[in-house]
């Protein structure tokens, strides 16, 4: 404990310096007193003899009670001793009440108790002898009595106990002053920076101190969590911050997927926009396709009756021979119409199959679109399952279309060998009716082999207006499929236009949340920067 701090047993010492030379000046003025009355013996005497008692005592136990309860006392003594020399003076009366107010400095109820006791006890027996006549000195002459006494002690006991109480509060704040004084001294700040919080009062002896201990265990207590709690902050803050910065690098990379996943959606679009376009066209062409072999179906039929005609004309021309001229310019006439019809066959054979092949060509382009289609959707992920069941579907259409194609592009080359039959088979009947003008010999014979040519043309012509028929009935399928590849190409494409704006705002989304990723992260930083801070701070208590 520093030379500087209060504690009782320093107080009690100065007080007991103080008192000394208190003593010596009550000795002095004894001294002083003595030629007045001749009381030189008494002065010495007790006035020495007491102020070398006091004397020996504070150089050999100062601040202990035995020498406070003898300072009291030599004193009061020493006052009684005056009031002797002074022959019962009442001015020196006063000594009394301003040694007794004096003795407040140790803050020792004891100490005035005993000396008000002993003041008490001088004037009952110094009044009673005096009163005895005795060579003593209380009171002055005839002042002397029970009465003075009891008012004399009056004045004294509402002072000792005025007193007494001021001591006993005197004491516990200075007990409280030196228990503070003792604290301070272990709550200094350290040359490190450091606070010591371990510090308790082991000895309490006021409340002040047993309520710092407990103020001192919550403080410690509440250190603890603090430092535990900014221990665990610093880690959360640390782990905040690596998980933003992975966030961050997530958010970097899926704001680039979704730019690159956009791109491509936005690109497909346009592949199924130019799909549903080559699907139209197809649909057109399919569409005049099935016009055209309408047309050639109603051109079979009629082959078919002018063959039927032409039989009936060579039955006429076997039971009517004078009419054989005439029938055989009708049948050169015929055969000229047949003729031209059978070329028309031919020409419309021949853009059946341009169209066949072409049907042939956009099925291709469709099911190479199909597959671009599919492996575009297969890289969308979830989002692209609809378009894959699209494309499946569009596939699936094109190769139908594909194989009807086919079917088409046979069915015209058999068309077109039998109409190539056809025409020679007219040419020849051309060639007939050249020689039914030549020679009407001929005709039976003439007629009979038309009339087996007829009836090869009829079969022939039948076989052709059956497969004309077909081909109308597929391309009337395939228009319809067409038609369906059309509306599922235009439904395709608003989906994806639908999926490009879902894909913009997750993109602006994701920017966002981007910017807002590094703004935890910065704030995180923050945060670990202001717990190691505080962990750094909690470690300044020393708490054991």
């Known amino acids: 404990?520093?030379?500087?701090?209060?504690?009782?047993?320093?107080?009690?010492?100065?007080?007991?310096?103080?008192?000394?030379?208190?003593?010596?000046?009550?000795?002095?003025?004894?001294?002083?007193?003595?030629?007045w009355h001749d009381t030189w013996g008494s002065a010495l005497t007790v006035g020495l003899g007491g102020a070398g008692l006091v004397s020996v005592l504070v150089a050999l136990v100062p601040g202990r009670l035995i020498t406070r309860l003898t300072i009291g006392t030599t004193l009061m003594v020493l006052t009684a001793l005056n009031i002797h020399q002074s022959h019962g003076m009442i001015e020196l009366h006063f000594g009394i009440f301003a040694l007794l107010?004096?003795?407040?400095?140790?803050?020792?109820?004891?100490?005035?108790?005993?000396?008000?006791?002993?003041?008490?006890?001088?004037?009952?027996?110094?009044?009673?002898?005096?009163?005895?006549?005795?060579?003593?000195?209380?009171?002055?002459?005839?002042?002397?009595?029970?009465?003075?006494?009891?008012?004399?002690?009056?004045?004294?006991?509402?002072?000792?106990?005025?007193?007494?109480?001021?001591?006993?509060?005197g004491y516990r704040e200075a007990l409280v002053t030196q228990e503070i004084q003792e604290i301070g001294s272990h709550m200094k700040v350290l040359e490190d920076g450091s606070v010591n919080m371990a510090f308790v009062m082991s000895d309490s002896k006021t409340g002040f101190s047993r309520d710092f201990n407990k103020y001192i265990q919550a403080i410690r207590q509440l250190i603890g969590k603090v430092g535990e709690v900014a221990g665990v902050l610093k880690e959360a803050a640390a782990e905040l911050n690596q998980v933003s910065s992975q966030l961050a690098d997530g958010s970097q990379d899926v704001t680039g997927q979704t730019?690159?996943?956009?791109?491509?959606?936005?690109?497909?679009?346009?592949?199924?926009?130019?799909?549903?376009?080559?699907?139209?066209?197809?649909?057109?062409?399919?569409?005049?396709?099935?016009?055209?072999?309408?047309?050639?179906?109603?051109?079979?039929?009629?082959?078919?009756?002018?063959?039927?005609?032409?039989?009936?004309s060579v039955e006429a021309i076997s039971t009517n021979a004078k009419d054989s001229l005439q029938i055989s310019n009708q049948a050169k006439t015929m055969s000229r119409q047949a003729t031209e019809a059978m070329k028309t066959l031919g020409d419309a054979a021949k853009e059946i199959g341009d169209i066949s092949g072409l049907i042939k060509?956009?099925?291709?382009?469709?099911?190479?679109?199909?597959?671009?289609?599919?492996?575009?959707?297969?890289?969308?992920?979830?989002?692209?399952?609809?378009?894959?069941?699209v494309a499946g579907e569009i596939k699936q259409l094109a190769g139908q279309s594909s194989a009807a194609a086919d079917t088409i592009a046979k069915t015209i080359s058999h068309v077109q060998d039998n109409t190539q039959s056809a025409v020679h088979i007219i040419n020849g009947m051309a060639d007939i009716v050249d020689a039914i003008n030549q020679s009407v010999g001929q005709i039976s014979q003439a007629v009979a082999n038309q009339s087996q040519t007829s009836n090869e043309i009829s079969r022939n012509v039948n076989q052709a207006a059956k497969g004309v028929q077909e081909t109308a009935n597929t391309m009337a399928v395939v228009s319809v499929g067409s038609g369906h590849l059309t509306r599922n190409a235009s439904e395709a494409a608003k989906g994806v236009q639908d999926v490009t704006v879902t894909l913009q705002g997750v993109s602006t989304s994701m920017d966002q949340s981007h910017s807002g990723v590094h703004h935890v992260a910065d704030s995180s930083e923050g945060l670990?920067?202001?717990?190691?801070?505080?962990?750094?701070?909690?470690?300044?208590f020393k708490l054991a």
């Open 528 to 540: 670990r920067r202001m717990a190691e801070e505080l962990h750094r701070m909690v470690s300044l």
């Open 1 to 35: 404990m520093g030379q500087d701090q209060f504690s009782m047993k320093k107080l009690w010492t100065q007080g007991d310096r103080i008192m000394l030379l208190v003593v010596w000046g009550l000795v002095v003025f004894s001294l002083a007193l003595a030629p």
């Open 259 to 312: 730019h690159t996943a956009a791109g491509t959606i936005e690109e497909m679009a346009t592949n199924i926009r130019q799909m549903a376009e080559s699907i139209s066209m197809m649909g057109d062409n399919v569409t005049g396709a099935s016009a055209t072999a309408e047309q050639m179906s109603v051109n079979m039929s009629a082959i078919s009756q002018a063959v039927d005609e032409m039989t009936r």
């Open 361 to 389: 060509r956009i099925a291709s382009q469709t099911n190479l679109l199909a597959l671009n289609a599919t492996i575009e959707a297969s890289t969308a992920g979830d989002a692209g399952r609809g378009f894959a069941v």
């Open 101 to 169: 107010a004096f003795l407040l400095f140790y803050r020792d109820w004891r100490v005035i108790g005993l000396s008000a006791g002993v003041i008490a006890a001088h004037h009952l027996s110094f009044n009673f002898m005096q009163e005895a006549g005795m060579p003593v000195y209380l009171f002055s002459h005839g002042q002397t009595g029970l009465g003075m006494v009891l008012t004399h002690a009056a004045y004294v006991v509402v002072e000792a106990g005025i007193l007494i109480y001021m001591s006993v509060l």
